[in-house]
């Protein structure tokens, strides 16, 4: 069952009567018209993800975010988020996910939302034992890291560059080779879809073919995290200093 127009409507309406009386009252709108569809979804792509990057995995029950918001320490205090969302994650780590989730891994990410959704993959905000684990593959050899980031198709656009330091972190010389990556705090990437894509009955398989792009970027956050990746048997990370290299890493600023 694919998400129909009336999914982007129930958001639209929703973001104009934030409250628990209106929600309440179209609730079988968003268990009909949204959470089955996702649900659906999720688990149409766990099946697709076992036949490329088995060690990546969904359930249905378990990846879509809860559409209740944390309001505990937020000044706007609307009850629901206007959007939905679902996370794919590394079968051997927990499916939490930010600066909270030290026992998390990269992943892939799918945004509904009217006129913003969105696809998606890498590791947002992880913990500082995560992200030192990171730099540290990467300062210890960034010619993999930049190479993967190379192979990356060109519709993404890179890493996201929303959470970079305007200095070097500590312990790391403004000259060093990489100091272009050591200074992000999140390894992110995706892009933007549009309400016909996502209303499409073609959505599992564009997702997947986004997914299989974006995977590099996930198995070599992975690896460095000492997360295997099934397929290979070996970490991710690994897997790509292995190969013979095709770019230096000035090729890529």
Known sequence: MPFTPTALRFFRQLAAHNDKQWFEAHRTDYEQQVREPMRELIEELDARLARFAPEIGGDPKRS??????????????????????????????????????????????????????????????????????????????????????????????GLDTEAMLKRMPRGYSDEHPAAQWLRYQSFTSGRSLTDAQVTSAKLAALLEREFEGLLPLVRWLNGALGLADRARGRSASDAAAARPPRASLGSLR
């Open 64 to 157: 879509m975010f809860r559409i209740n918001r944390d309001i505990r320490f937020s000044s706007d205090k609307s009850p629901y988020k206007t959007h939905a969302a679902c996370w794919f994650h590394h079968r051997a780590a927990s499916g939490r996910v930010g600066s909270e989730a030290p026992e998390g891994s990269a992943g892939f990410y799918f945004h509904l939302q009217p006129g913003k959704s969105s696809v998606g993959a890498g590791l947002w905000m992880p913990p500082r034992q995560q992200l030192n684990k990171l730099r540290a593959a990467i300062a210890e050899k960034p010619d993999p890291f930049i190479r993967m980031l190379r192979e990356l198709p060109k519709r993404f656009g």
